[in-house]
């Protein structure tokens, strides 16, 4: 059974620019978490979506947003990109909410 | 505040040594307590779950305790093995309505031959 997919698994991006990130859910799973992960604050929760629905959200400005898909695919897009957004971008499937999360591999995003 | 905090923040043992690897959390109101690996690059992989009525879960060499009255989970491992160098991150899970989930910033171990 196929895991997580996020893509694309590395990206460079100039400061203003806006980026789009993918995740494919484990097939059957409805709920798609995303996380932000720096070396010095840990994971840091951005949304949750289920069932195209966003269900929760942490504490991120509005250029951060997401969606989901009837097909329970996820994007995340970061508009006016800074500095401080350079991070592993992580996302999580599971059948039911917040519970027995696969992680995928991640986006390595870097803005200069 | 609800929070997690792990010790020690890094460690290096011998290959074939144990080790224990320490959380406290304050979470309330208390769901769950989980442990998870992460090797350099990739993402969190999922080692035990315990509820508050469980006080001891094994997966494989790694053995996860909670105490629900001291707020304290420890993962303990056996017989390291090279691949077990990664983070581990222990996450404790709120029970409210949004299931929020409290992450720690993990202890970094490196296990040297």
């Known amino acids: 059974k196929a895991g997580v997919t996020q893509t694309p698994r590395y990206l460079i991006k100039t400061r203003g620019q806006q980026v789009t990130l993918s995740c494919s859910p484990i097939?059957?799973?409805?709920?798609v978490s995303w996380y932000q992960q720096t070396p010095g604050q840990g994971l840091q929760f951005l949304f949750e979506y289920f069932s195209e629905t966003q269900r929760n959200k942490g504490n991120f400005p509005g250029r951060f947003s997401g969606r989901q898909f009837s097909n329970s695919r996820s994007e995340m897009n970061v508009s006016t990109l800074e500095l401080g957004d350079s991070a592993l971008y992580l996302c999580?499937?599971?059948?039911?909410?917040?519970?027995?999360?696969?992680f995928g591999s991640g986006t390595r995003l870097t803005v200069v | 505040k609800n929070q997690v905090e792990q010790s020690p923040q890094s460690l290096i043992i011998l290959e074939g040594k144990n080790c224990t690897l320490q959380c406290n959390y304050t979470v309330s109101p208390f769901s769950n307590l989980r442990w998870y690996k992460q090797d350099t690059g990739r993402g969190p992989v999922s080692l035990t779950i315990?509820?508050?009525s469980e006080n001891t879960k094994s997966n494989g060499r790694y053995t996860a305790t909670l105490d629900a009255d001291t707020k304290q989970s420890s993962l303990h491992i056996t017989a390291s093995q090279l691949s077990d160098s990664a983070s581990y991150i222990c996450?404790?899970?709120?029970?409210?309505?949004?299931?929020?989930?409290?992450w720690g910033l993990g202890t970094s171990l490196a296990v040297n031959p």
């Open positions: 097939s059957g799973h409805r709920s």
């Open positions: 996450v404790a899970a709120n029970a409210g309505n949004n299931r929020k989930l409290i």
């Open positions: 999580a499937s599971s059948l039911k909410s917040n519970y027995g999360y696969t």
């Open positions: 315990m509820t508050f």
